[in-house]
């Protein structure tokens, strides 16, 4: 079995019941040499390992698109994600390690049902409990390195409290082949001289490509670090670092991926507006 893309949906009602998904899933099942039978169906019972534990399982419909020689192409559309109790932190660290390293590889495991339709006479029958066990390995978000800014789209001054709110759209380009979806994340912002405030990253959903995101920073022009960012704006442009912690999320099972996320993008001079 080969998994080309899983999308991963954690803005579920309960986030450790995340949805999963994915349009690339291929099985290799014996090819009868000069027979070519048509496909119904199939169902996937997935169990994902890391570390040589198992650490969550997927239960699912495999509606099938082609099969070519002996192997089935299929998809699956969004199925719950079942983690158990005892290995939260273990599907946790997992999730971290595909945020923030550059690859990532665990194990799939499982059985899958594939039915075929015979005809009027000999309606479907089905294969059973075809089992494949193998370490794949998908490309992490690898700390989302290339950041860029698009545009300034809103500035507001509240003075009495000593804050400004820049809204501005990024571009984050993920060469990833895991989908995340995530909801809002607030993270740590800072400029060369220090902290300068927070950054919300609105409703965001990281996929492979460029992914063009909403944001709010909050500014705390009470610290000089501030002030000195905001004056290098007006000037020069300057550097934008932002760190994740464990407050950046609401998410229990992301805030391991949270505390690994530092990246940063150049602002350019009076946000690029002549």
């Known amino acids: 079995m080969n998994v080309d893309h899983i999308t991963m949906d954690f803005t579920t009602v309960d986030p450790w019941a995340p949805l999963a998904s994915s349009n690339g899933i291929?099985?290799?099942?014996?090819?009868?040499?000069?027979?070519?039978?048509?496909?119904?169906?199939?169902?996937?019972?997935?169990?994902?390992?890391d570390n040589d534990t198992d650490i969550a399982y997927i239960d699912t419909s495999l509606p099938v698109v082609s099969m070519s020689g002996g192997t089935v192409t299929a998809t699956f559309s969004p199925a719950p994600v079942t983690i158990p109790p005892n290995a939260r932190e273990a599907f946790s660290t997992l999730m971290a390690d595909l945020v923030g390293?550059?690859?990532?590889?665990?194990?799939?495991?499982?059985?899958?049902?594939?039915t075929f339709s015979l005809g009027f006479l000999l309606g479907q029958r089905t294969i059973s409990n075809v089992g494949f066990e193998m370490v794949h390995v998908f490309k992490g978000l690898n700390g989302m390195p290339d950041v860029r800014f698009v545009?300034?789209?809103?500035?507001?001054v509240d003075a009495a409290n000593k804050k400004q709110t820049l809204s501005f759209k990024i571009n984050i380009k993920s060469f990833s082949n895991v989908t995340l979806k995530l909801g809002d994340f607030i993270l740590n912002a800072a400029g060369p001289a220090g902290p300068i405030g927070t950054m919300i990253l609105k409703a965001h959903t990281i996929k492979s490509g460029d992914n063009i995101i909403d944001t709010v920073m909050i500014?705390?022009?009470?610290?000089a670090s501030a002030a000195d960012f905001m004056q290098s704006l007006d000037t020069a442009g300057t550097t934008l670092?932002?760190?994740?912690?464990?407050?950046?999320?609401?998410?229990?099972?992301?805030?391991a991926a949270a505390r690994s996320l530092r990246f940063s993008t150049v602002i350019p001079k009076k946000f690029g507006v002549a």
């Open 26 to 49: 291929s099985v290799s099942i014996l090819k009868i040499p000069g027979i070519s039978l048509p496909l119904a169906s199939g169902r996937a019972h997935l169990t994902i390992a």
């Open 241 to 255: 670092v932002l760190t994740g912690s464990d407050g950046s999320t609401q998410l229990a099972v992301m805030k």
């Open 101 to 114: 390293l550059e690859a990532k590889g665990f194990t799939i495991k499982g059985t899958v049902d594939i």
């Open 219 to 223: 500014v705390d022009l009470s610290l």
């Open 151 to 156: 545009s300034l789209t809103g500035n507001t």
